[in-house]
């Protein structure tokens, strides 16, 4: 079983690159889509991702219960490829966050960390290989907003942990991969 990190920035190549390791491996590919339409843009984008997968793949859209997702899907002959991490992230983050204006203080919704303790204990008990694909948004311009700045310190710490749970990171820049874990 081998766990696999794709990072890269937007529209860096980093999903057709997890798909072709999928794609290459042969086996059974489960997708599971984080996404959400929420609004026309977010609806396109979703029905491009689609466009470009292999027709023979099963998906399945899992916005917050991504533990629960891998854990159901993963197999020995199978491949479960998530993307994305920090779009699910946003998911939950949001879903019912609260905002404290008195001392500016955010708060994550109770579900948070429950879910993110499901899905990294699904990631290492996973039964079969796994693809995760995760934006890397740290590396732009700080943030203005608190609720931004939270944001961006959550995905951060979110792939620390999963590039710690997986044999394989790949940096997706340009649509060139560059291992950085292997």
């Known amino acids: 079983m081998i766990r696999t990190l794709v990072l890269g920035g937007a529209r860096s190549g980093k999903s057709a690159y997890a798909e072709q390791l ?10 599971v889509a984080t996404a959400q339409a929420g609004d026309a843009e977010m609806a396109a984008r979703i029905a491009r991702h689609r466009q470009r997968r292999d027709p023979t793949w099963s998906s399945v ?22 993307d994305c991490l920090t779009v699910w992230l946003s998911n939950l983050l949001f879903s019912q966050q609260q905002i404290f204006p008195d001392v500016g203080e955010i708060a994550p919704p109770a579900r948070f960390h429950e879910e993110r303790q499901r899905f990294l204990r699904a990631l290492q008990q996973a039964a079969g290989d796994v693809i995760l694909v995760s934006s890397e948004v740290g590396m732009g311009v700080i943030p203005q907003g608190a609720i931004s700045r939270w944001f961006v310190d959550e995905a951060g710490c979110l792939n620390q942990a ?4 997986c044999e394989r990171a ?5 649509g060139l991969p560059l291992v950085l874990k292997d």
């Open 22 to 31: 999928a794609a290459a491996t042969g086996k059974e590919v489960v997708y």
């Open 61 to 82: 859209e899992e916005p917050l219960a991504l533990g629960a997702a891998i854990a159901e899907w993963s197999g020995p002959e199978r491949l479960v490829l998530v």
């Open 162 to 165: 999963v590039a710690a749970s």
């Open 170 to 174: 790949v940096w997706v820049a340009a």
